[in-house]
């Protein structure tokens, strides 16, 4: 689901390649091998049902920072190398969501179910994790951000992530917790009337953009990377994230064609 976004926020800057695609997988995955670590070693020092709310905060305050600091974020990776600014960017994007997330699992499953045998009990929270990233990927690919944006998808992934453990603080009556839920929710809820930052959309006009890193070159349309080129960026006088940009209305002027 955030891997749907966060591929339209990495291509602009570093590309869509198997560097970006690989620093992001690599980051992904030691997050949550790291969160699934912790969540274990914490659910068995804590109630697993008070551990639900925190790291809920946890991660719907990350999405909600990163969600008004990726643009400049963006920049520093695009000053970097290519690895560099891949490995910098996924982990501004990733650790702490993903690491909070993975932690989550551990203190669900030990929280079982006296009704059910813990086979099944542990089946069911997988099983119930996997439709719901499926769900999220379609809901963010064909909902969030076509209508939403970057910024404002992260920050209704927060506001879900909040308001959904906002109950069960509330039923437990955590009352601290219950008000930083409701905080990051009224924070996240702020942030979404204010206005975004300019970030790539598809339009029905197609923007050409050259983007030079320190080690490529990128041509976009509509901020989507098309191509990769090898040869540095230098030889095009371009310093390392500057770019060139061609305001060419394609569909308009193929339509003056036409008439």
Same mark, same amino acid.
């Given at each position: 689901? =955030?891997?749907?976004?966060?591929?339209?926020?990495?291509?602009?800057?570093?590309?869509?390649?198997?560097? !970006?695609?690989?620093?992001? #997988?690599?980051? %992904?995955?030691?997050?949550?091998?790291?969160?699934?670590?912790?969540?274990?070693?914490?659910?068995?020092?804590?109630?697993?049902?008070? &551990?639900?709310?925190?790291?809920?905060?946890?991660?719907?305050?990350?999405?909600? !920072?990163?969600?008004?600091?990726?643009?400049?974020?963006?920049?520093?990776?695009?000053?970097?190398?290519?690895?560099? @600014?891949?490995?910098?960017?996924?982990?501004?994007?990733?650790?702490?969501?993903?690491? %909070?997330?993975? %932690?989550?699992?551990?203190?669900?499953?030990?929280?079982?179910?006296?009704?059910?045998?813990? @086979? =099944?009990?542990?089946?069911?929270?997988?099983?119930?994790?996997?439709?719901?990233?499926?769900?999220?990927?379609?809901?963010? !690919?064909?909902? #969030?951000?076509?209508?939403?944006?970057? %910024? =404002?998808?992260?920050? +209704?992934?927060?506001?879900? +992530?909040?308001?959904?453990?906002?109950?069960?603080?509330?039923?437990? =009556?955590?009352?601290?917790?219950?008000?930083?839920?409701?905080?990051? +929710?009224?924070?996240? !809820?702020?942030?979404?009337?204010?206005?975004?930052?300019?970030?790539?959309?598809?339009?029905?006009?197609?923007?050409?953009?050259?983007?030079?890193?320190?080690?490529?070159?990128?041509?976009?349309?509509?901020?989507?990377?098309?191509?990769?080129?090898?040869?540095?960026?230098?030889?095009?006088?371009?310093?390392?994230?500057?770019?060139?940009?061609?305001?060419? &209305?394609?569909?308009?002027?193929?339509?003056?064609?036409?008439?």
């Amino acid at each position: 689901m =955030r891997g749907t976004i966060i591929k339209a926020v990495l291509a602009p800057a570093l590309g869509s390649g198997p560097v !970006a695609w690989s620093a992001l #997988l690599a980051v %992904a995955l030691g997050a949550l091998a790291a969160g699934n670590l912790l969540g274990g070693w914490l659910a068995e020092r804590c109630v697993p049902s008070r &551990l639900v709310p925190w790291l809920s905060i946890v991660a719907a305050t990350g999405l909600v !920072a990163f969600s008004r600091t990726y643009v400049p974020v963006m920049h520093w990776a695009a000053s970097l190398s290519l690895v560099q @600014g891949a490995v910098v960017a996924a982990m501004c994007s990733q650790v702490l969501p993903v690491g %909070a997330l993975g %932690a989550l699992t551990p203190s669900l499953l030990a929280r079982g179910n006296a009704a059910c045998p813990s @086979g =099944r009990w542990a089946g069911a929270i997988l099983a119930a994790g996997s439709v719901g990233g499926i769900a999220g990927a379609l809901a963010v !690919a064909l909902v #969030l951000l076509p209508h939403c944006g970057i %910024a =404002r998808s992260y920050l +209704l992934l927060s506001m879900a +992530l909040a308001g959904s453990a906002l109950p069960l603080a509330t039923a437990r =009556r955590q009352l601290l917790t219950a008000l930083l839920l409701a905080a990051v +929710l009224g924070s996240a !809820a702020w942030c979404a009337q204010a206005r975004p930052p300019s970030e790539p959309l598809q339009s029905q006009f197609s923007e050409l953009e050259i983007v030079a890193n320190r080690e490529t070159k990128l041509l976009l349309i509509d901020g989507l990377p098309q191509t990769g080129l090898p040869a540095p960026a230098t030889r095009a006088g371009l310093r390392p994230g500057e770019g060139l940009r061609y305001g060419y &209305l394609l569909e308009a002027a193929l339509l003056t064609a036409r008439r």
